[in-house]
């Protein structure tokens, strides 16, 4: 019998940043060598189709055409113990599929980077369908009480205050760990900017202002590369439009009759986000959590842009308290914004500070020790939480 442990990795996709963050605690496990196996899903698989194409679809959905709605939504589920939120839901889903392939896999630890699968595991350990241990690692820098589970073995959160939040909410505070959000190990190498910017076909001399519009194109990119051609200050623009291929081409539309002291570069989807946030000397876009988290690990000051009410909301108090990032509540305003920060290096190099100060690079590492240590030491059991 092989020794070594068998680890379960449950996402969702619902955006990309669940998705993320457990890519990255895939290769953390696949690196250690006591981890026998690792099997990494999408947990929406195993559900009933009906449910797994709108629930996919619903998020991005609601981003892109009703946030205010997604923002009242948040803070009126965010009750804490009030409600088993999805209980009656998932006993009408097939989850046939998911205990087969649990039962299959016989994980000794089970790790859900998305409350919707965690809520599953733990309703399946409930009514005695599976044996597994739950652990949840939170996403986002605040938490919201969607990721509460009555029955777990631990938790994983960004921030102290986190932590204290849980604490007060009942949860031991032994079995719940800051470890930060898990993100890409290769966020954590050091790398030459200068060799990067020759790369990537910039000036390392020349300031670089990132914008993002994340994996899918969300968010006003076209209308901030046309506030952004009035930059005083001579700089390089670089634009990650996603898969958006509309949104990619209406900014290339806008990105016309540009200053001779700025150069813009427009791109779609990329996979070395980590190299340009490396070479970039500030970011915009949203703070989602695993971009945020991103960012903070290359000391990477942020402005932020339309963020969605909720969640992104939250990110954006936690980086604004914390000196990192700025806030455009007007897009109009977003050129001189940055044309004061660019032109206070000081102010930069602070908010350079702060990031770094908040960073957890090695967050994937983290969660992965604690698991293993755990369990060498701890029963096989989950614990039971009562409001």
């Not at 195993?46 to 939504?73: E, H, M, Q």
């Not at 031991?172 to 790398?191: H, L």
């Not at 695993?290 to 990477?300: I, S």
């Not at 983290?366 to 030491?377: A, I, K, S, W």
Request: glycine share 6%; charged share 25%.
């Amino acid at each position: 019998m092989d020794p070594r442990f068998r680890v379960l990795i449950l996402s969702v996709s619902a955006g990309t940043g669940h998705v993320r963050a457990a890519e990255a605690l895939e290769k953390v496990c696949r690196a250690r060598q006591e981890i026998a196996d690792v099997v990494n899903v999408d947990a929406l698989r195993f559900t009933n189709k009906v449910f797994r194409d709108c629930y996919s679809k619903l998020y991005i959905d609601l981003v892109r055409n009703a946030p205010t709605f997604l923002g009242w939504w948040y803070q009126k589920s965010d009750e804490p113990w009030k409600t088993d939120r999805m209980r009656l839901m998932f006993d009408r889903m097939n989850t046939g599929p998911l205990v087969r392939m649990v039962r299959k896999v016989q994980p000794d630890m089970t790790i859900c980077t998305h409350f919707l699968p965690a809520e599953i595991i733990s309703h399946l350990i409930s009514r005695g369908d599976i044996e597994a241990r739950l652990s949840i690692v939170v996403t986002d820098l605040d938490f919201h009480a969607m990721w509460l589970s009555r029955l777990f073995h631990h938790y994983f959160v960004a921030l102290d205050e986190t932590k204290e939040h849980l604490k007060l909410l009942g949860l031991p505070e032994d079995r719940v760990t800051v470890s930060g959000i898990p993100v890409d190990p290769v966020f954590a190498e050091k790398k030459d900017r200068v060799a990067l910017a020759a790369k990537l076909g910039l000036d390392p001399a020349k300031p670089m202002v990132l914008l993002s519009a994340g994996a899918f194109g969300v968010g006003p990119a076209a209308e901030a590369v046309q506030v952004l051609k009035h930059l005083k200050t001579p700089a390089q623009v670089v634009v990650i439009c996603g898969r958006n291929d509309e949104l990619l081409a209406e900014a290339r539309r806008q990105a016309v009759e540009v200053p001779a002291h700025l150069q813009f570069h427009l791109l779609g989807f990329t996979d070395i986000m980590d190299e340009w946030m490396t070479v970039a000397d500030v970011l915009i876009g949203k703070p989602g959590g695993l971009t945020t988290a991103e960012a903070l690990c290359k000391g990477l000051p942020m402005v932020i842009l339309s963020p969605i009410p909720g969640q992104e909301e939250r990110n954006s108090d936690h980086l604004l308290e914390e000196g990192v990032a700025i806030r455009c509540n007007d897009i109009i305003t977003m050129g001189y914004k940055i044309d004061r920060l660019l032109q206070t290096p000081g102010r930069l190099a602070s908010m350079r500070q702060a990031a770094l100060g908040m960073s957890r690079p090695f967050a994937a590492e983290t969660v992965v020790t604690t698991l293993l240590e755990q369990f060498r030491r701890l029963p096989h059991k989950v614990e039971m939480v009562k409001a």
